[in-house]
C-alpha cells in the first residue's frame, strides 16, 4: 500500500528566501509522483509531476522537485519565495496497484511567505 | 480547455437531508474522482469513476454514493446527512496514467 508524509504541516518563511517543503512516500512499486498547490476557497493545481526519466522536475512559477528513489522522498524546492506563493501544498503518490492510478496526498504543508 | 468544473459553489443542508453535487470532468477525460477535504483532514478518497462504473470507494459508509453518466459527468449523493460531513468536496478527474485535474470544489454545510 502507499503511503505519503509531509513531514511539516506549515513552513513560515520570509520574502525572498529559499524554501524546500519535504514529502516522504512508501510503496514497494514504481511510482508516480505529485505537487499541488491550493489557494484559499480553490480547488488543487498541479504544481509539477513525476512519471519517469529525469529525476529533477521543473514545475510552474518557479518551484521544482527532486525524485530520491533510495530515500524515498519528493522534496518541493524554490530558490525564492513570494508572498503570493502563500497557499497549502499537498504532495501525493500513485502506483498503479491493482490497475488503481489513485493517488494518496499527503496532509499538507501551509506555506506561510512574510514580507 | 475548459477545466473541470463543480456545482454548486455552496450548498447548505440541515442534519439528515439528502445531498446532490455535481461535476463536469475535462473534455476527454473518463475518470472522475471524488475527494472530501474536511478541516484539518487533507484530502480523503470517497469514489472514482470510469467508463460509467464505480471502479473503487474509499472508507466511506454506504450514504455515499454517486454515479457517471454517458457524457462522463457525475453525482455525488449524500444521504442522511450529517453534521461531520461539512466539507469541501472536490472533484478531479484525468485520463490515465496521467495527473488528476481539480475543481474548485462544492462547500457543504451542515446545520
Known amino acids: 500500500a502507499q503511503s505519503v508524509t509531509q513531514l511539516d504541516s506549515q513552513v513560515p518563511v520570509f520574502e525572498e528566501a529559499p524554501v524546500e517543503l519535504r514529502c516522504n512516500y512508501s510503496s514497494s512499486v514504481s511510482v508516480y509522483l505529485f505537487w499541488y498547490v491550493q489557494y484559499p476557497n480553490q480547488g488543487l493545481q498541479l504544481l509539477l509531476k513525476?512519471?519517469?526519466?529525469?529525476?529533477l522536475v521543473k514545475g510552474i512559477n518557479g518551484f521544482e522537485a527532486e525524485f530520491n528513489k533510495s530515500q524515498t522522498s519528493f522534496h518541493l524546492r524554490k530558490p525564492s519565495v513570494h508572498i503570493s506563493d502563500t497557499a497549502e501544498y499537498f504532495c501525493a503518490v500513485s502506483d498503479g496497484t491493482g490497475g488503481s492510478y489513485i493517488p494518496t496526498f499527503g496532509r499538507g504543508t501551509s506555506l506561510i511567505v512574510h514580507p | 480547455e475548459a477545466g473541470v468544473t463543480q456545482s454548486p459553489t455552496h450548498l447548505i443542508k440541515t442534519r439528515g437531508q439528502q445531498a446532490t453535487l455535481r461535476c463536469s470532468p475535462i473534455s476527454g477525460h473518463t475518470s472522475v474522482y471524488w475527494y472530501q477535504q474536511a478541516l484539518g483532514l487533507g484530502l480523503q478518497f470517497l469514489l472514482w469513476?470510469?467508463?460509467?462504473?464505480?471502479?473503487n470507494r474509499g472508507n466511506f459508509p454506504p450514504r455515499f454514493s454517486g454515479r457517471q453518466f454517458p457524457n462522463y459527468s457525475s453525482e455525488l449523493n449524500v444521504n442522511a446527512l450529517e453534521l461531520e460531513d461539512s466539507a469541501l468536496y472536490l472533484c478531479a478527474s484525468s485520463f490515465h496514467p496521467q495527473p488528476q485535474h481539480f475543481g474548485d470544489g462544492t462547500r457543504l454545510s451542515i446545520l
Open positions: 469513476y470510469d467508463e460509467g462504473e464505480e471502479r
Open positions: 513525476y512519471l519517469s526519466g529525469s529525476t
